[in-house]
């Protein structure tokens, strides 16, 4: 069409196809409309046009994008924890939708260009947990986080001795009982934790799993039978292979049950499962996940307490030598984070490395993976995760 460009950069692209657009439509948002309709793949955008000034359009089909309401304008960012100082309130939209954003008016149209409703929510983050506080920074901070979000997570989940299988949501106790297998679906971190839970599963629950990374589940053609608990772990609800993985897993069988393991209630994953676990692990800042995956591994050892206790698989004594051991894990932890000094000194005879190998067996050989992920993402040193066998 005659555009010349100056980078290399899909959003270019992007400029560009509405600028074509506007040459054919009377308005900002007709413009957008019609311009996203030749796009494929993710995007989460905010548009602005001095042409139009004074508003924002903004789209999502795939990507995260939140609209912050405010008294004194309207925001929009990924993820709502970077609007906290300026507002609570916020609205999510659905996949598709095209929002006009004044500084007094949110107008939202679907994907088919109808003027919709998309409810406002107010959020239950407090800002000082964005807050860096006495850290040095965010990973030191969430580090010693974990304690706290683990009796987060377990809080009005268990009694004095056993687990509440209502914490899965008020289907949960049918859709366990009647499943045969389970299906892990998860990304990084997530996909490790999801590795441990396939030995417990198996060993405590008695149940058959299968633990697949979610990039490589959607990409292939996988055979799902009836009576598959189909399990999306993601911190954020909206890690986009795992989104799609569970849109493929519906369309291929539509009689499995979902549940998501997630710490965002307003996600994609938790609109698209037909349960929820909420981890209550709080935002998580630091490039590299740690409350997170202690999180998730809390809410998949009730999982399977849950599923086995249906099951007749797991008695009331392991049931209570269970959740004893989940009362006293934020206790453990602690102990361990007080020998941060120790662990530092560690640290100096091993800065000087340059290929690492992190050994395990069994269930620690989905720690180890996780070891050496965090090494890889952290320090850029090569790492390797093996079996210890």
Same mark, same amino acid.
């Given at each position: 069409?005659?555009?010349?460009?100056?980078?290399?950069?899909?959003?270019?692209?992007?400029?560009?196809?509405?600028?074509?657009?506007?040459?054919?439509?009377?308005?900002?948002?007709?413009?957008?409309?019609?311009?996203?309709?030749?796009?494929?793949?993710?995007?989460?955008?905010?548009?602005?046009?001095?042409?139009?000034? &004074?508003?924002?359009?903004?789209?999502? $089909?795939? @990507?995260? *994008?939140?609209? /912050?309401?405010?008294?004194? %304008? !309207? +925001?929009?960012?990924?993820?709502?924890?970077?609007?906290?100082?300026?507002?609570?309130?916020?609205?999510?939209?659905?996949?598709?939708?095209?929002?006009?954003?004044?500084?007094?008016?949110?107008?939202?149209?679907?994907?088919?260009? &109808?003027?919709?409703?998309?409810?406002? $929510?107010? @959020?239950? *983050?407090?800002? /000082?947990?964005?807050?860096? %506080? !006495? +850290?040095?920074?965010?990973?030191?901070?969430?580090?010693?986080?974990?304690?706290?979000?683990?009796?987060?997570?377990?809080?009005?989940?268990?009694?004095?001795?056993?687990?509440?299988?209502?914490?899965?949501?008020?289907?949960?106790?049918?859709?366990?009982?009647?499943?045969?297998?389970?299906?892990?679906?998860?990304? /990084?971190?997530?996909?490790?934790?999801?590795?441990?839970?396939?030995?417990?599963?198996?060993?405590?629950?008695?149940?058959?799993?299968?633990?697949?990374?979610?990039?490589?589940?959607?990409?292939?053609?996988?055979?799902?039978?009836?009576?598959?608990?189909?399990?999306?772990?993601?911190?954020?609800?909206?890690?986009?292979?795992?989104?799609?993985?569970?849109?493929?897993?519906?369309?291929?069988?539509?009689?499995?049950?979902?549940?998501?393991?997630?710490?965002?209630?307003?996600?994609?994953?938790?609109?698209?499962?037909?349960?929820?676990?909420?981890?209550?692990?709080?935002?998580?800042?630091?490039?590299?996940?740690?409350?997170?995956?202690?999180?998730?591994?809390?809410?998949?050892?009730?999982?399977?307490?849950?599923?086995?206790?249906?099951?007749?698989?797991?008695?009331?004594?392991?049931?209570?030598?269970?959740?004893?051991?989940?009362?006293?894990?934020?206790?453990?932890?602690?102990?361990?984070?007080?020998?941060?000094?120790?662990?530092?000194?560690?640290?100096?005879?091993?800065?000087?490395?340059?290929?690492?190998?992190?050994?395990?067996?069994?269930?620690?050989?989905?720690?180890?993976?996780?070891?050496?992920?965090?090494?890889?993402?952290?320090?850029?040193?090569?790492?390797?995760?093996?079996?210890?066998?």
């Amino acid at each position: 069409k005659g555009y010349s460009f100056s980078s290399e950069t899909d959003t270019e692209v992007i400029a560009h196809a509405i600028d074509f657009a506007m040459k054919s439509c009377s308005t900002f948002i007709s413009s957008v409309q019609l311009a996203i309709k030749s796009f494929s793949g993710s995007y989460g955008l905010g548009i602005v046009s001095t042409k139009y000034p &004074n508003q924002i359009i903004a789209t999502k $089909k795939g @990507s995260p *994008l939140v609209i /912050g309401v405010g008294k004194n %304008g !309207n +925001y929009i960012a990924s993820d709502q924890i970077a609007l906290l100082s300026v507002t609570k309130k916020f609205i999510f939209l659905e996949e598709g939708d095209v929002a006009v954003l004044k500084i007094d008016q949110i107008t939202i149209y679907d994907q088919n260009g &109808n003027l919709v409703d998309r409810p406002t $929510k107010t @959020s239950k *983050l407090k800002k /000082g947990q964005v807050d860096l %506080g !006495n +850290y040095d920074h965010f990973m030191q901070k969430e580090i010693f986080e974990q304690p706290q979000a683990i009796r987060d997570t377990l809080e009005s989940r268990i009694t004095n001795d056993s687990v509440l299988i209502s914490s899965f949501g008020y289907k949960a106790e049918e859709k366990f009982k009647h499943a045969k297998r389970v299906q892990i679906i998860a990304c /990084g971190t997530s996909y490790n934790a999801g590795l441990v839970a396939k030995y417990w599963l198996e060993d405590i629950a008695k149940i058959s799993c299968n633990v697949e990374v979610a990039s490589e589940y959607r990409y292939r053609h996988p055979i799902l039978l009836n009576g598959t608990l189909f399990v999306t772990l993601s911190q954020s609800g909206e890690t986009a292979d795992t989104v799609e993985a569970l849109k493929t897993a519906k369309i291929i069988n539509s009689n499995i049950s979902t549940l998501c393991i997630t710490n965002s209630d307003e996600s994609s994953l938790t609109r698209l499962s037909d349960l929820t676990f909420l981890t209550h692990a709080g935002p998580e800042i630091g490039v590299a996940s740690t409350k997170a995956f202690t999180s998730q591994l809390v809410s998949l050892a009730l999982l399977v307490c849950s599923i086995g206790k249906l099951k007749n698989t797991i008695n009331k004594d392991q049931e209570k030598r269970i959740v004893d051991g989940l009362k006293r894990l934020p206790g453990l932890i602690n102990d361990a984070l007080l020998q941060e000094m120790q662990i530092k000194k560690l640290a100096k005879r091993f800065k000087e490395t340059n290929r690492d190998l992190f050994l395990g067996r069994g269930t620690m050989h989905a720690i180890a993976m996780e070891g050496a992920l965090k090494l890889k993402e952290i320090s850029y040193i090569h790492a390797e995760a093996y079996p210890a066998g």
